[in-house]
T-cell receptor, first 115, second 110 residues
Framework: DTGVSQDPRHKITKRGQNVTFRCDPI?????LYWYRQTLGQGPEFLTY????????KSRLLSDRFSAERPKGSFSTLEIQRTEQGDSAMYLC?????????????FGPGTRLLVL | RKEVEQDPGPFNVPEGATVAFNCTYS??????FFWYRQDCRKEPKLLMS?????NEDGRFTAQLNRASQYISLLIRDSKLSDSATYLC???????????WGLGTSLAVNP
């Protein structure tokens, strides 16, 4: 499968625990995006990388959220001290950035439930 | 004003109907435009890119109006399987990230 993959697909955790999600982009894609989505809303931008550099982070993102892409390939998104409001679908997308017709391709998402 | 705006709907139409969605964008320098489809509890998937001359893919037609800064998606002869949320995406150019609308919900009824 050469598409974007995410792991795990589902995560249930208790409030206050830390969780980490992984995203493997399409191999030749230099950009990797993280989004959060709740029911009835469009994808909410969290952060994105171009290669290993984190170019932008949403101001809505608290300090409990951190993302890395150490070698410019896979990325991890960590949420520390989870809160019930963090329950959402976390989507990863990749693309060939810097082009006029940049097209994002999404992974299946990680659904997080914080109890 | 939001950078990309869509009517959230829901649009409820009978099978076989023609339905159209619009999406407005605020940045006149935006370079490229897309429509994505998202089924319930699934990830968004690219439906079609939107080209300046307009483009058609089967029952789907996408158009761009740069003067009025909107794009449209027309679905003809709608099917039950077209029920989904349709998301508008804009590339604002200048190497910036893509901007997403909140989506328009469509329900096609038998």
């Amino acid at each position: 499968d050469t598409g974007v993959s995410q792991d795990p697909r589902h995560k249930i955790t208790k409030r206050g625990q830390n969780v980490t999600f992984r995203c493997d982009p399409i191999s030749e894609h230099n950009r990797l995006y993280w989004y959060r989505q709740t029911l009835g809303q469009g994808p909410e931008f969290l952060t994105y990388f171009q290669n290993e550099a984190q170019l932008e982070k949403s101001r809505l993102l608290s300090d409990r959220f951190s993302a890395e892409r150490p070698k410019g390939s896979f990325s991890t998104l960590e949420i520390q001290r989870t809160e019930q409001g963090d329950s959402a679908m976390y989507l990863c997308a990749s693309s060939l950035g810097g082009q006029g017709q940049e097209t994002q391709y999404f992974g299946p998402g990680t659904r997080l439930l914080v109890l | 004003r939001k950078e990309v705006e869509q009517d959230p709907g829901p649009f409820n139409v009978p099978e076989g109907a023609t339905v159209a969605f619009n999406c407005t964008y605020s940045n006149s320098a935006s370079q490229s435009f897309f429509w994505y489809r998202q089924d319930c509890r699934k990830e968004p998937k690219l439906l079609m890119s939107v080209y300046s001359s307009g483009n058609e893919d089967g029952r789907f037609t996408a158009q761009l109006n740069r003067a009025s800064q909107y794009i449209s998606l027309l679905i003809r002869d709608s099917k039950l399987s077209d029920s989904a949320t349709y998301l508008c995406v804009v590339n604002p150019g200048n190497n910036r990230k893509l901007i997403w609308g909140l989506g328009t919900s469509l329900a096609v009824n038998p």
